[in-house]
């Protein structure tokens, strides 16, 4: 099975940082590799699929990037609806979730 | 517009098998490309992958849970069902049903969730 780890697990950010989240899968995966925002009490929701193409209706300010087995989240200028939990899945055999990573307010 | 909702028992006794059901609108699973997937989130934890129905009736498992879960498909009714044997209080958890991502032409993302069905296992 491939594993997904996170880093960092959390963070504290105030609103107009900018914000990098790391995502690493324990083999290849190409670029098959899915961002995720999920809010208390919510559903998840489609940031970022097949690694850096920015899913319909997602705010500018969300970018993805990486290949292989290394990939970034960066959200530019961080909005204060944009504190939530984050999560990357990949797709390239079976499918695997992070662990998440939690952005509060600092 | 494409709408999920997930629907079963919010309380099951251990050692019995859960079906749950996804009901949804806005597309068909009889349409090339399209699937549906469940994903489960124990309370305070991350999410987990359990299982994806394709419109070609291609299904794939989470490897861990593979002989517990069974999906299955009713095109002309809009639903997926899934089925999960011998349940645990380990397996208490939020369970979502999504559509598969039309636009991910390779890989297979989420984009439209339900929203959510607490299952508790406990006798």
């Known amino acids: 099975d491939i594993q997904m780890t996170q880093s960092p697990s959390s963070l504290s950010a105030s609103v107009g940082d900018r914000v990098t989240i790391t995502c690493r899968a324990s083999q290849s995966i190409s670029s098959y590799l899915n961002w995720y925002q999920q809010k208390p009490g919510k559903a998840p929701k489609l940031l970022i699929y097949a690694a850096s193409s920015l899913q319909s209706g997602v705010p500018s300010r969300f970018s993805g990037s990486g290949s292989g087995t290394d990939f970034t989240l960066t959200i530019s200028s961080l909005q204060p609806e944009d504190f939530a939990t984050y999560y990357c899945q990949q797709s390239y055999s079976a499918l695997t979730f992070g662990p998440g990573t939690k952005v509060d307010i600092k | 517009q494409i709408t999920l909702k997930e629907s079963g028992p919010t309380l099951v006794k251990p050692t019995q098998t859960l079906t749950l059901t996804c009901t949804f609108s806005?597309?068909?699973?009889?349409?090339?490309?399209?699937?549906v997937g469940w994903i489960r989130q124990p309370p305070g934890k991350a999410l987990e992958w359990l299982a994806l129905i394709y419109w070609n009736d291609d299904m794939r498992y989470s490897p861990s849970l593979k002989s517990r879960l069974t999906i299955t498909k009713d095109t002309s009714k809009n639903q997926v069902v899934l089925t999960m044997t011998n349940m645990d209080p380990v397996d208490t958890a939020t369970y979502y049903c999504a559509h598969r991502n039309y636009y991910d032409s390779s890989g297979d993302s989420f984009d439209y969730w339900g929203q959510g069905t607490l299952v508790t296992v406990s006798s």
């Open positions: 806005g597309f068909s699973l009889s349409t090339s490309g399209v699937g």
